[in-house]
């Protein structure tokens, strides 16, 4: 009859261990199974508490380092939601400023904003997403790329015809 009660503590653990996933219900379950073994072959009740206690421990100390080590997913963390576009490139639909424009992100429109304060990005051009602000994506020149193109200094005056740069060219004629 001892051993009955063991299993229905494994099969108690068991179900823990599915929710917990963590591989220490696990060894307490074969600790479980080692005192139902224990109560089996005629063991009193002092034998069958330390044979359990006794594999479990081994269990916790030895063989599930070896397992979390062995099933640890290996490699980079994937990044979901908005921080999986971080990093990304994105193709500028409206001119990208420091105060706004959109860029077209992961096949969705995006209100972006440069990284840089003066700099600016025409239609068109291919940026890398550095950022995530809220729903704005913040953008930066793509690595090995010419820097995004500053603002457009007022052009010249031009002396031929005699006017400022901010007035507009009369025709001639």
């Given at each position: ?5 063991w299993?229905i503590?494994?099969f ?7 929710f917990?996933?963590?591989l220490v ?16 072959l005629?063991?009193?009740f002092?034998?069958?508490?330390i044979?359990a206690?006794?594999v ?7 063989v599930?380092?070896?397992?979390v080590?062995?099933?640890?997913v ?5 990044a979901t939601?908005?921080?999986a576009?971080?990093?990304r490139?994105?193709?500028?639909l409206a001119e990208?400023t420091?105060?706004?424009g ?5 096949g ?6 440069t ?8 239609v068109?051009?291919?940026v890398?997403?550095v950022?995530?602000d809220g ?6 020149a ?14 010249p005056a031009?002396p031929?015809?005699?006017t400022p740069p901010s007035?507009?060219?009369?025709p001639?004629?």
């Amino acid at each position: 009859m001892a051993a009955l009660w063991w299993v229905i503590g494994a099969f108690v653990l068991a179900g823990l261990e599915v929710f917990a996933l963590n591989l220490v219900f696990g060894t307490l379950v074969v600790g479980a199974l080692a005192g139902a073994l224990a109560a089996l072959l005629g063991g009193d009740f002092t034998v069958q508490a330390i044979t359990a206690s006794v594999v479990s421990l081994i269990g916790l100390a030895v063989v599930r380092p070896v397992l979390v080590k062995r099933f640890k997913v290996e490699g980079r963390f994937t990044a979901t939601g908005t921080a999986a576009n971080v990093g990304r490139p994105a193709r500028v639909l409206a001119e990208v400023t420091e105060v706004g424009g959109r860029v077209k992100l992961a096949g969705e429109e995006w209100s972006a904003r440069t990284a840089e304060p003066a700099a600016r990005f025409p239609v068109g051009a291919t940026v890398h997403v550095v950022a995530i602000d809220g729903a704005t994506a913040v953008v930066a020149a793509p690595a090995g790329s010419p820097a995004a193109q500053a603002p457009p200094a007022d052009p010249p005056a031009d002396p031929a015809a005699g006017t400022p740069p901010s007035a507009p060219r009369q025709p001639e004629g």
